[in-house]
């Protein structure tokens, strides 16, 4: 099963906290629809953070089009 990758990048002062709150919608959001996936946050930069969410394309499209990630990228586990 194809899987993408959905991320959302944070600037900023707060952006460490603004990422980690992100990872705690996503992961509810997920178990609430009962969606299989892998998520975290990851440290770029002493003002940059990035939340990543990877899912099925199916799950994707069918449960999660109203998420707006800044970019979405084919992942291959």
Do not use: Q
């Not at 899987?3 to 919608?25: H, M, Q, T, Y």
């Not at 002493?46 to 499209?61: K, P």
């Amino acid at each position: 099963m194809k899987k993408v990758k959905l991320i959302w990048v944070f600037s900023g002062p707060d952006a460490e906290n603004r990422a980690k709150d992100k990872l705690i919608l996503l992961d509810e959001c997920c178990d609430k629809n009962e969606i299989e996936h892998y998520s975290g946050t990851e440290y770029i930069s002493h003002i940059s953070w990035l939340t990543y969410l990877i899912v099925s394309e199916e799950d994707r499209a069918k449960k999660l089009e109203k998420l707006s990630p800044t970019r979405e990228e084919d992942f291959d586990a």
